[in-house]
Structures are given as structure tokens and as C-alpha cells.
């Protein structure tokens, strides 16, 4: 197991460590030809830029690369912030975790579905017959509360403290959908028609595992935008949004047959 993937705070110390070798060097170089000023604001471009490519190098997600980048900014402005009160950073702490708790342990970012993929949603139960929705990972249960109804039973799975109490007010308000306060490896997931994910590359290969042991059969796992590795999917819908937004369709029966015909073929 890489342990920089597992564990990314250690690939983003690494980059700061790197890219403040970096800076040194640099500094030595330039200490006579620039003044204080411009050597300071010079290796705080410099360390951000640097610590944000190594970031990506390491392949590390998108959020962490952000993260890089932004951190010795914020480090130089909280050293220079002088006698200000301390109860707004803790006030701010407080709720960045209470929105991104489970982000460093599952590694798994607060992702927001669109419009069009809802729609792509609704449209699939449509086709299928669906009656039972979950969403793993829901957020602010956007998409629970817009699949609810019309004989559709829709629920949200979602473990950020903050986050859940925001989509359980906004379900209770528009008594639509059930948002659950749980992480998503405990949802009972066995008697749903669709099982929805947006989450991260990371927990795919666990999750996968998931459906394939308590999902009936018949029943499908949409991922958005990330593919179970090394598993075909049986249908990919790409939408016209901007981002290009692809669906990942994983039908329990058809792929666990199809491993089956695998397995036999190489056996024979």
C-alpha cells in the first residue's frame, strides 16, 4: 500500500519540506541582487508554486494541490496577524471541521451534484422501474430530496455533522427524502434499487466490494465520475454539462456473471 495515497498529509508535508529546499536555495542565490521585500513575497510565490506541482506530482487529489498552494499564505498571514482575538480562528476551526470531518478520514471531499446529473438520475429510475434510491455520501441532499416522490423512496447517507444537520432541516423543511446521519460502510444498502456515489478514486475498490456483498440482484451502482478500478462498467452515460460529467453504471448481476465466464476461462 502507498502510504503517501492512504495517508496524503504526508505526501503534503513532503511537498512544503521540498519546496522549502527550494526557496533556501534560491534565496542564497538572489540574497545580494534582492531586498528584504522582494525576497520575502519571492519565496512565498515561490513555495506555494513549487509545494502545489510537487503536490500533484505525487498524485495526490485536486483538493490537496489547493491546499499546497494555499498554505503558506495563510501560514504568513496567521504569524502576521498581531493581537488579534484568537476566538475567530477556533470559531473557524470548529466549523471547517464540523463540515469536513470525514474528509481526511475517508478521503473522501464534500462533492455537489448538479442539475443535469439529477436529472440523469431521475430519468434512469424512470427507465427502471426504481422505486428505492440511496445516496452514499449524500452532502447537502440535493439529489435526495429531488428523486423523492411519485412512489420513489429516496434516503441520504451522510456522516459530516454540519453538513447532515443542513440537509436533515432542508429535507424536514420540503418533506422530501431521509438523510441519515451515518458513514457509508454501515448503511444498510441490501434492499435499494440504486445505490448512488460521488465520491473519490480511494474508497472505489472498498466500495465496490460493498455492493457486490449486499446488493440484489438486478440493482445498480451509479459512481460519478470515478470508475471501479479494474472493473468494467456495464454502461457509461456521458452528460453535455460542462464538466463532462460520466456516470458510471455497475449492474450486480451481469458483472458478477461475467466474472463468473471470466473465472470459468481461465480455469478451462
Given at each position: 500500500m502507498n502510504p503517501i495515497r492512504s495517508y496524503p498529509i504526508i505526501g503534503a508535508v513532503l511537498a512544503q519540506l521540498a519546496a522549502g529546499v527550494?526557496?533556501?536555495?534560491?534565496?542564497?542565490?538572489?540574497?545580494?541582487?534582492?531586498?528584504?521585500?522582494?525576497?520575502?513575497?519571492?519565496?512565498l510565490i515561490v513555495q506555494s508554486g513549487v509545494a502545489a506541482a510537487?503536490?500533484?506530482?505525487?498524485?495526490?487529489?485536486?483538493?490537496?494541490?489547493?491546499?499546497?498552494?494555499?498554505?503558506?499564505?495563510?501560514?504568513?498571514?496567521a504569524l502576521n496577524a498581531g493581537d488579534l482575538p484568537a476566538?475567530?480562528?477556533?470559531?473557524g476551526f470548529v466549523v471547517l471541521y464540523l463540515v469536513f470531518s470525514n474528509t481526511a478520514r475517508e478521503r473522501v471531499p464534500l462533492y455537489l451534484t448538479n442539475r443535469l446529473t439529477t436529472g440523469a438520475l431521475l430519468s434512469l429510475?424512470?427507465?427502471?422501474?426504481?422505486?428505492?434510491?440511496?445516496?452514499?455520501?449524500?452532502?447537502?441532499?440535493g439529489v435526495v430530496r429531488a428523486l423523492d416522490g411519485e412512489g420513489r423512496q429516496a434516503r441520504g447517507v451522510e456522516s459530516a455533522p454540519m453538513v447532515w444537520f443542513v440537509s436533515f432541516v432542508l429535507s424536514k423543511i420540503e418533506r422530501r427524502g431521509q438523510i441519515?446521519?451515518?458513514?457509508?460502510?454501515?448503511?444498510?444498502?441490501?434492499?435499494?434499487?440504486?445505490?448512488?456515489?460521488?465520491l473519490s478514486p480511494e474508497p472505489m475498490p472498498q466500495l465496490y466490494e460493498k455492493v457486490r456483498r449486499e446488493m440484489k440482484p438486478g440493482s445498480l451502482l451509479v459512481s460519478n465520475s470515478f470508475a471501479v478500478p479494474g472493473v468494467d462498467?456495464?454502461?457509461?452515460?456521458?452528460?453535455?454539462?460542462r464538466r463532462k460529467t460520466r456516470l458510471y453504471l455497475y449492474e450486480m448481476n451481469q458483472l458478477d456473471s461475467a466474472s463468473d465466464e471470466a473465472a470459468s476461462g481461465e480455469a478451462g
Open positions: 527550494v526557496v533556501f536555495a534560491l534565496s542564497a542565490m538572489l540574497a545580494g541582487r534582492l531586498d528584504a521585500v522582494g525576497l520575502f513575497w519571492g519565496g510537487v503536490t500533484k506530482l505525487l498524485g495526490l487529489p485536486v483538493w490537496w494541490v489547493w491546499i499546497s498552494l494555499c498554505f503558506p499564505g495563510a501560514l504568513m498571514l476566538w475567530p480562528f477556533g470559531i429510475m424512470q427507465q427502471r422501474g426504481a422505486n428505492r434510491f440511496v445516496d452514499l455520501g449524500s452532502g447537502l441532499g441519515l446521519r451515518q458513514d457509508i460502510w454501515s448503511a444498510d444498502i441490501s434492499d435499494d434499487d440504486i445505490v448512488y456515489a460521488f462498467a456495464t454502461e457509461i452515460w456521458e452528460l453535455a454539462d
